[in-house]
């Protein structure tokens, strides 16, 4: 069945450093990916997808993008600020967004 | 942008008890709403799908009986969860699907069961 799976945190940068959050994935079929991101104390924010292969989703200077043959879709960002801590979750929805899959979700503390 | 709420945020109850939680679309109307739960360092997993004005569907290996789901209007859902023991504390959170197949969540509430 599909799955994701998302590196463990918590992950712990100082401000301005680079970040990667890996993402591999397991579908039957073409699945859109996602990207989600949970602020303390607030629901679960769709920060960027990508609906094929090859295409870059990206918002807010985070970028993912669609890796078909390492079925991947890490989520990086060139320069993290202490705005940006918080819960990151990888997902995947096939058939119309009728069913999404997550990961366990990675947690990023930004320190000043 | 869509906003879900979720109600309560934390709940600690005694063993046997029932718990409700709630979960409202404030700004949109929502056909269907999802549930999910998650255990420490696993990923959200679907319970069941949420249709308004019939019965829900549950994935495999849950028990409908034991999680009860309402969504008797467009834009409210809860979830039930009767003779809570133990090992159902558990973060739960809700979603609301809204247009273009986007889903919109709730914040979620830590259910802790003494």
């Known amino acids: 069945g599909d799955s994701v799976t998302q590196m463990e945190g918590p992950v712990t940068l100082s401000e301005e450093a680079f970040l990667t959050i890996n993402c591999t994935y397991t579908?039957?079929?073409?699945?859109?990916l996602f990207w989600y991101v949970q602020y303390p104390g607030e629901g679960l924010q769709l920060l960027l997808k990508a609906t094929k292969a090859d295409d870059k989703g990206s918002n807010k200077g985070f970028e993912a993008t669609y890796r078909k043959e390492t079925t991947s879709f890490h989520l990086e960002k060139g320069s993290v600020q202490v705005s940006d801590s918080a819960v990151y979750f990888c997902?995947?929805?096939?058939?119309?967004?009728?069913?999404?899959?997550f990961g366990s979700g990675t947690k990023l503390n930004v320190k000043p | 942008g869509a906003v879900v709420s979720q109600h309560p945020s934390r709940v600690i109850c005694k063993s046997g008890t029932s718990v409700k939680i709630e979960c409202r679309s404030l700004d949109f109307q929502a056909t269907t709403m999802f549930w999910y739960r998650q255990f420490p360092k696993q990923s959200l997993m679907l319970m069941a799908t949420s249709n308004e004005g019939s019965k829900a569907t549950y994935e495999q290996g849950v028990e409908k009986d034991k999680f009860l789901i309402n969504h008797a209007s467009l834009t409210l859902s809860t979830l039930t969860v009767t003779s809570a023991h133990p090992e159902d504390s558990s973060f739960y959170i809700c979603s609301a699907r809204g247009g273009q197949g986007r889903l919109f969540f709730g914040s979620g509430t830590q259910l802790s069961v003494l």
């Open positions: 997902a995947l929805s096939e058939y119309n967004f009728n069913k999404f899959y």
């Open positions: 579908a039957t079929g073409y699945p859109s």
